[in-house]
C-alpha cells in the first residue's frame, strides 16, 4: 500500500522559510516523478515543483528562484526548500507521486505566512 507522510509545515514571518519533507512507503518510490502541490482557502491545488527519476526539476512560476525542491531515493523521500517566503504562499503543502499513471497523495501539511 503506497504511503506519504509530509511533514515541516508550520507558521513563519514573510520572507521565511520551511522545509518540508515527504516519506514514502509501500512501493520503490526511486523509480517515478514526485512533486509537491498546494490549495489554499477557495482554490484548485496547483503545482508547486516536481522531479523526476532522474532529478530534472520543474516549478511553478511563483515560486521559481524561491523554492527547491530535491528527493533522496536511498529514502524513499522528496523535500521541497522554501525561501523568501510570502504570504500569497499559505496553504495546505500536499506530497505526490505518480505510479503507473495514478496519482498518490499525501495528507497535507499546513504552511501559514504572517505576522
Known amino acids: 500500500q503506497v504511503r506519504l507522510v509530509e511533514s515541516g509545515g508550520g507558521l513563519v514571518q514573510p520572507g521565511g522559510s520551511l522545509r518540508l519533507s515527504c516519506a514514502g512507503s509501500?512501493?520503490?518510490?526511486?523509480?517515478?516523478?514526485m512533486g509537491w502541490y498546494r490549495q489554499a482557502p477557495g482554490k484548485q491545488r496547483e503545482l508547486v515543483a516536481s522531479?523526476?527519476?532522474?532529478?530534472?526539476?520543474n516549478y511553478a512560476d511563483s515560486v521559481k528562484g524561491r523554492f527547491t525542491i530535491s528527493r533522496d531515493n536511498a529514502k524513499n523521500g522528496v523535500f521541497l526548500q522554501m525561501n523568501s517566503l510570502q504570504p500569497e504562499d499559505t496553504a495546505v503543502y500536499y506530497c505526490q507521486v505518480e505510479i503507473f499513471g495514478r496519482n498518490y497523495w499525501g495528507q497535507g501539511t499546513q504552511v501559514t505566512v504572517s505576522s
Open positions: 509501500g512501493s520503490i518510490f526511486s523509480l517515478y516523478p
Open positions: 522531479i523526476t527519476r532522474g532529478s530534472t526539476t
